[in-house]
Structures are given as structure tokens and as C-alpha cells.
């Protein structure tokens, strides 16, 4: 328990410094690849072809305070989210706090399935693939698995909504909620409905390492001396996986799962966009496209938090199963 405790307090102290150096180091690059975007947040706010006088855009800048250089509006910025205030979104009129807070639910429910998802499924394949390796169903998994990791989330997003919702129309082909339906009227089952087809589509993106993974991981097993000696008892091929397989390959396919954070966010953005989903991919997205400079920091800020807390989730589980790993390699 000492050790365990020695394991925890050498992976959290220096994990929290490194989170605060990290959304320092990613609020300035985001400042950064928003200040040399093309986008003019002005035409953002008012629209490329509204007309609007000169003086009137002047009015809009110095509102918003784009008339200040661009070290002094990011000062201005930092100073205020030290304060608890992210500013307000130019493209939705309402403070970045509130607008994160509304899609924050859907894109965490969005994640959340297809987290799960991927892990079982990537977990099951995974198994079946290296208990029967170099047979077909090895090869089909493994070519399976390779061609989805060769493929773009928004291209198997798009295939998929041409062929449940535009062909079968067996779901819906975009939106968390029936059109026209406000809030309060929407039930449980129509917001599963529409939360199928990019959570199956976020899903299948997150198979392919898994199931990788863990297939290479079976195949160890099955070649260890204690498995050649179960053999030699005369224990069955599934026994042997139930008893001796899963319990060895659990533990690094939790952690590499916990490990896809980063990943699981990047595919929610774009499968967001492919089923026009009310998360936050959709929101950073616009953001980017209407020079929303508070909006998308807030996001990046938000994004960084969820990845950095996946890792050190994964961390703290080789660090507590087998601290010999952290006291090896502190610095890992």
C-alpha cells in the first residue's frame, strides 16, 4: 500500500505541472493558428456579403476588441480565464463557458458509446484473431483492421450515412433530435436514435488498435511456457483463454484504450460535422471557420484537459497494478 501510495504522488504532482505548462504551450499555439488564419472574424460576425460601411465594421472591431495587437488581446484574454471568464462567442452571442457547458453533454454521450464500443468490440476481435492466427478469420480481422486505420473518419461516417440513412433510412441522417421537436418533448429512445450512426461511426475508428494490440498480445500468451504446459494437462483452447488469456491482456488493452483520448476527440470533431451532431466538433469547428478566437481557446482548452486526464488515467493504472514500471522509468 506505501508503495502504491509512493507511485501515486510520484504520477500526480508532476502530471498536474505538466497539465499547467501544457494549456499554457496549447493556449498560445491555438492564439497563434487562429491570428494567421485567412478567416477575418469581422466577415465572420456580419457575413462576407453583408453591406456594411466601414465605420460599422470599426464599431464591430473595437467591440469585440479586434482593433488591439494581438499580445495585448491574448493578455487580455488569459488574464480574464484566471478570473473564470472565457469571454463571449462571436459566433453564437453567449459566454464560451455556457456554449461549451450545452454541447458538452452530447459530445461526452457521443465519446462515451464509442469509447466503449471500440473496446469491447477491438477486445473481442483482438482475442478471436490471435487464437486462431494464420487462419482466414486471422487475416480477414487483421485486413479488416488495417483498412480501417488507412481510412479517414469522415469518409466511413459518409459511406455509412449513404447506406442506414439515405438508402435503408433505417436512422436518421443527422442532428441529435428530431427537427422541429424542442427539448423537453424529445424522449430517450429519439436521441439514441440519432446518436447510433456517428457513435458507430466514432467506434469503428477505435478498433483497429485494439484489436491489433491485442491480438499480438494472445498470440504471447498462447506462446507462453505456462500455456504450452496447460496444453500438456490437457486443458481445453478455451479455458486456457478464459483462465490465463483475458487476464493477461485485460490490463495493457485498458490502458491503451484510456490512452486513445486524444484520438477518441480528433475522430469526434469530424464524425460531428459528417452527422451535424451538436457537440463540441461542431462548435470548435465553426469557431475556426468565423474566427471565434475565444470560443475555439476555450475548446482547445477543454480538449487538452480531456486528453491529459486520459493519459494520466492510463498511467495511474501501470502505476498501481505494477509500480515497478513508474519506479523503472519515473520520468515515463
Known sequence: MKLRNKVLQKLIVPSFLRMITLLVAMSVIAFALVMSSPVDPIDGFVGSESNVSQEQRDNVARYWGLDKPPAERFLTWAGHVLQGDMGISSTYRLPVTQVIGERVKASLALMGVAWVLSGVLGFVLGILAGVNRGR????????????????????????????????????????????????????????????????????????????LHTRQKMIDVLESEYVLFARARGESTYSIVKRHGIRNIMLPAITLQFASFSELFGGSVLAEQVFTYPGLGNAVTQAGLRGDVPLFLGIALFSAVFVFTGNLLANLIYGIVDPHIKEANPHG
Open 136 to 211: 482466414l478469420l486471422d487475416r480477414f480481422i487483421k485486413t479488416f483492421c488495417l483498412a480501417l486505420s488507412s481510412a479517414p473518419t469522415f469518409w466511413i461516417g459518409l459511406l455509412i450515412l449513404m447506406v442506414f440513412a439515405v438508402n435503408l433510412q433505417w436512422f436518421p441522417i443527422g442532428l441529435a433530435a428530431p427537427i422541429g421537436k424542442i427539448a423537453s418533448e424529445v424522449t430517450l429512445w429519439e436521441r439514441i436514435h440519432h446518436l447510433i450512426l456517428p457513435a458507430f461511426t466514432l467506434s469503428i475508428v477505435g478498433v483497429a488498435n485494439i484489436a
